[in-house]
């Protein structure tokens, strides 16, 4: 089982815990949202820096990383699980990083969907903001963990365009979303992403590790109330009022 997998379904489990009677005793706290740290394909001291910062997982942005190298991140992160973006990848490659200790891959809707039948892997998808409102629901039905909304090449910032991208993810699904963000956010700018019903942020490789601390402590001050999340079905109340019946306006008539 995936560590990633089981991270995200504590928070889930944490959220409806806070909606109902709390506990006497008091349990661990889980995050508002997960921190995600972007990793270089070939930089191993990148990993070391993720038990440091308390990051919940990494995530190799790149198909650069060979087995051998894989096998030294998954080594230096200790207990953080890290998980690969294999875009195009064959079964076999995957089967290769999974041997390495990956725990988790992210891949694109072109991946060969034998892919989806894997097992022993967190299996996530990443999907583009071009990607139609149907296709984006049909994703429901794929056996996947959870998706990744990726933003616009050149994006140097969070967008207006990837905030309505994530909640549309979030509205449709009812699975796990992730935003991966271009570059480091301002605190107003995580609470847009909490606000819309991300549960987790990628931060981008190469970041330092103040600044990855830092990210992590602003993720940690999110409020854990109430947010926005998947609309629930709502009741259908009587419709009273509107045109009256052929039969109802004889019986006013005859009274």
Known sequence: ???????????????????????????????????????????????????????DAGLVLSEGASGKVLKQMVEAADSVPVGVFVK???????????????DFVVFDIRIPATVLHREGVGKFLMMEPSLDQGLVRAVNSLEIDGVFVSNRDGDSSVTVEQ??????????L????????????????????????VDGVVAPSGQSVEALAELRKMTGDLPRGARGRRPKAGVVLPHYGGNITE???EEEEGT
């Open 1 to 55: 089982m995936s560590k990633f997998v089981d991270k995200l379904q504590d928070i889930s489990k944490s959220s409806r815990a806070r909606m109902g009677f709390h506990p006497s005793v008091s349990e661990p706290r889980s995050p508002a949202i997960l921190l995600i740290a972007g990793l270089s394909p070939a930089q191993v001291k990148e990993a070391r820096t993720l038990a440091d910062v308390k990051a």
């Open 88 to 102: 195009g990848m064959t079964e076999e490659r995957i089967s290769e990083l999974a041997s390495a200790g990956c």
């Open 163 to 172: 905030l309505l991208t994530c909640r549309r993810c979030v509205e449709l």
């Open 174 to 197: 009812e699975k796990p979303v992730m935003a991966i963000l271009p570059s480091s956010v301002t605190k107003a700018v995580l609470i847009d992403l909490w606000q819309v019903g």
């Open 247 to 249: 039969e109802e306006d």
